[in-house]
């Protein structure tokens, strides 16, 4: 049985490092399921079409982190179709060897509930809009009100909203380094290994 880590949370919290950390030092394959939105939400037209017909190779364009493609999936991702026609994407990725990590929404609730690990990684709103700002070269008041805006959204939907799993191990990012927080998500991992 492959290992799953399973790792949500609200935007620029940090779940994208540590997912990549973990899989580096596990040795296990990494999915950012962010991305599968933001190819969506980039590819315009019939959404639910365009998550039918996703290819990995869709998941390579630079132009999907920034802030509009954040937006974009945001807005997408609240669609029950799009969502289902992700699934079996992501559950035949979280089945591979040794391991897999995946990174996102609903992976503890929904997609991986039955993984052998779940982190919910938050920071407060403010270090989160510094942090995103920093990365892209944007002002920080600006970010705040967008990255808000989409945790609204992401929080509010019917479909698989952004929450912890009831067993999910809450890691708060706000005042811990990178490799404070990097450490503390392999201690979890290791407990359960
Ligand atoms: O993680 P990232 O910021 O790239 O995600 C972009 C958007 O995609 C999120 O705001 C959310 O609406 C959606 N998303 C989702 N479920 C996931 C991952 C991302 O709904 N598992």
Redesign the pocket.
């Known amino acids: 049985m492959p290992f799953i880590i399973a790792i949500d949370g609200p935007?620029a919290a940090g779940?994208?490092t540590i997912a990549r950390a973990l899989a580096a030092h596990f040795g296990f394959h990494h999915l950012?399921?962010?991305?599968?939105?933001?190819a969506i939400g980039a590819k315009g037209g019939d959404p639910v079409a365009a998550a039918r017909s996703l290819q990995p190779g869709d998941l390579d364009r630079p132009d999907l982190r920034s802030a509009e493609a954040?937006q974009a999936?945001?807005r997408i991702?609240?669609l029950p179709e799009v969502?289902a026609a992700l699934v079996d994407f992501q559950h035949r990725f979280a089945a591979q060897e040794p391991g897999a990590v995946l990174?996102?929404?609903?992976?503890g609730t929904v997609?991986c509930p039955d993984a052998a690990v779940k982190l919910f990684v938050t920071a407060s709103d403010q270090v989160r809009a510094q942090r995103r700002a920093a990365e892209l070269g944007a002002d920080a008041d600006e970010m705040l009100i967008q990255l808000q805006e989409?945790d609204r959204?992401?929080r509010d939907r019917a479909a698989?909203p952004l929450k912890p799993a009831p067993d999910a191990v809450l890691l708060d990012t706000s005042h811990l380094t990178i490799a404070e927080a990097i450490a503390r998500a392999i201690a979890q991992v290791e407990k359960a290994r």
Do not use: F, Q
Request: no cysteine; charged share 40%.
């Open positions: 935007a779940k994208g950012d399921t962010g991305l599968l939105y933001r954040g999936a945001s991702a609240a969502r990174d996102g929404r609903d992976i997609i989409r959204r992401d698989a």
